[in-house]
């Protein structure tokens, strides 16, 4: 790389991570632009510093010269400039070198140049060919020739999100890299669609499409998945079936332990399942049927006791009759037969592992799962949400270490289930699950991308364990300070861009990326069914109205 081509000007001042430079000629402060690259020649033979423009300024300094009455104006051109790296011409065999690391900070009055054109390409292909098998996700804004590739192994690693307006292009970007990794053989990841949106999907390589269960799927297919009540730990299963706020909620909640404890040990007592017998408590996954546990509790509801003047009431009769209506009525909801559906494969031992061969088989052509959340009802989506996300987690747990292979969980529309402000029970649960897999998960082989239109409403916690962001285009003051607030501090301005990206360009930040980049991201080969509509022309066109009636009978059925 020649550096006498651009020198732009002198280092003034020096702080940690940030210089200014006083830049020589005008004209020079008018052509560069906040991101470009800059090369400061550094003290060490053979390394140069590299760092980011962050801040263009023209500075007035009045100067009263003695004797004189007016104070000249002097002019002062500056630019601020972020300390990124170092680039080494060479280490052993390799040329041209970048490092994520600072070995001196530039001298004052050392030359500054700015990458450009040829050198500037060459320099981003050096920054992108650090990895051997990168994870190639777009060209990057400022030199449109080079590709902008990720280190595939850090982005999983250290959790990702992916965040933007509505509109931005998130889904798009998840879909190029669902299709950049299904060219992997062994690829192993699962993806929560809450619309149906990445159907289309399912024509790539080691791709498979899963759904929930609807109100009209009675059968079972091989892309159905039904999530049997007894696969609900016991808080969750409270959760959804006991009211808080009924005065006799403690002891129904009490009936209703014992009852499951004393179901689940009849069944591993009909199975001969001594060695489950020994150690299982009530979050055990094992099958159960629920009627039994109906039973027991109607039973107590209504059972009478001897008393000093005949039979009297048991000490809970009464006591549990509403808990048992709200009991049939949730195993009367159509839209929940996915959870209490009376298919008797269901209640089979071996269920359990076969859904999660469903969850986290890889080869043979299956690999990223996309599971088609849109016929969960909306107001226990967290609990589903967060029941698969537990059951990956432990399973992924209990494998034996030289077995595990590693999954990535993505999630669409985060701020759905992994939200910052809880309202209820359903989401607390869900949620613990997540926070788990963000904390716990990169020992396990569990990698989490967090995808959401509103960072602002999703989890902190969560957020945080992040180490690699895409950021697209956020309009939102909230949103934006979320970002800005987790970008690392010595990128000062960078999170500035946010508002001004175009749609399918990205902020990326971590790891991942040598470089903190503006990236503009591929176009994937097949896309989700998330186009936007264009309304004006649509408007424009000779249509007529066809699809009401059907909507309205979709709606009743609940069923497209
Ligand atoms: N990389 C890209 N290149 C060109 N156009 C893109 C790109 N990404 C997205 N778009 C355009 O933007 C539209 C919306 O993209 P996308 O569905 O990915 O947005 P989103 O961020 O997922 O929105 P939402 O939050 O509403 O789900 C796409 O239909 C497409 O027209
Ligand atoms: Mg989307």
């Known amino acids: 790389m020649k550096e006498e081509s651009t020198s732009i000007g002198k280092v003034q001042s020096v702080d940690t991570g940030n210089v200014t430079v006083l830049i020589s000629d005008e004209n020079i402060l008018n052509s560069v632009q906040v991101n470009q690259i800059i090369l400061i020649r550094s003290t060490k033979t053979g390394e140069k510093i590299i760092g980011l423009i962050s801040k263009i300024l023209r500075k007035a300094i009045s100067d009263k010269i003695e004797g004189e009455y007016e104070p000249e104006q002097i002019i002062e051109n500056v630019i601020r400039v972020n300390l990124v790296g170092t680039l080494i011409k060479k280490v052993g065999v390799e040329k041209n070198i970048f490092k994520r690391t600072l070995n001196t900070v530039p001298s004052i009055d050392a030359d500054c140049f700015l990458l450009q054109g040829k050198e500037l390409s060459e320099f981003m292909t050096t920054i992108s060919s650090n990895t051997e098998n990168p994870l190639r996700v777009g060209t990057y804004t400022i030199s449109e020739e080079s590709q902008a590739n990720l280190d595939g192994n850090k982005f999983f690693q250290r959790h990702a999100t992916i965040v933007g307006g509505t509109g931005s292009g ?11 990794s299904t060219a992997l053989k062994s690829v192993n990841g699962v993806l929560f669609d809450l619309h149906g949106e990445y159907k289309p999907l399912e024509k790539l390589d080691n791709t ?43 002891n129904q909640s009490r009936k209703l332990f014992d009852s499951i404890i004393s179901a689940k040990k009849a069944v591993l007592e009909n199975l001969g399942k001594d060695e489950v017998l020994n150690n299982f408590t009530v979050e055990s996954p094992i099958p159960y049927n629920l009627n039994d546990v109906l039973e ?30 709200r009991l049939r009525s949730k195993q009367t909801d159509k839209r929940l037969n996915f959870l209490f559906s009376s298919d008797s494969e269901l209640q089979n031992y071996e269920y359990f592992s076969q859904l999660m061969k469903n969850l986290l088989d890889f080869g043979n052509n299956k690999g990223i799962k996309i599971i088609d959340f849109s016929e969960v009802p909306s107001d226990i989506l967290p609990l589903i949400t967060g029941l698969i996300g537990r059951l990956i987690f432990s399973v992924q747990q209990w494998m034996e270490e030289d077995k595990r292979h590693p999954v990535a969980v993505f999630c669409d529309e985060a701020h759905l289930y992994i939200p910052s402000n809880i309202k209820g029970g359903y989401e607390e649960k869900g949620l613990q699950s997540f926070e788990r897999i963000a904390k716990e998960g990169r020992k396990y082989g569990i990698s989490l991308v967090v995808i959401s239109q509103r960072p602002a409403d999703v989890n902190k916690t969560v957020l945080s364990q ?75 066109t000779n249509k007529k109205s066809t699809g009401i009636t059907d909507a309205v009978e979709a709606l009743r059925k609940q069923q497209k």
């Not at 998130?170 to 950049?180: M, N, P, R």
């Not at 109607?298 to 009464?318: N, S």
């Not at 690699?468 to 934006?480: K, T």
């Not at 971590?510 to 998330?530: C, E, N």
């Open 466 to 540: 992040c180490g690699n962001f895409v950021a697209m285009r956020l309009a939102n003051p909230e949103d934006q300070n979320v970002i800005k607030r987790l970008f690392p501090d010595s990128l000062g301005g960078f999170a500035d861009l946010l508002p001004i990206l175009d749609v399918g360009e990205a902020l990326i930040v971590g790891d991942a990326s040598l470089l903190p980049s503006r990236v503009l991201i591929d176009k994937p080969k097949i896309q989700p069914k998330s186009a936007t509509v264009d309304f004006w022309d649509e408007w424009d």
């Open 170 to 180: 998130k889904s798009w970007t998840v879909a190029t890299i669902l299709e950049k």
């Open 296 to 325: 027991d509790i109607e039973k107590e509801d209504t059972k009478m006791v001897p008393g000093a003047r005949g039979d009297k009431q048991g000490p809970l009769f009464g006591k549990l009759t509403r808990f048992i209506q």
């Open 208 to 250: 498979q499409l899963l759904k929930i269960a609807g109100p009209s799927d009675d059968g079972r297919t091989p892309n159905t998945i039904f999530l049997p009540y007894w696969l609900l730990s016991y808080e969750e299963i409270e959760s959804l079936l006991l009211d808080r706020s009924d005065t006799n909620a403690p």
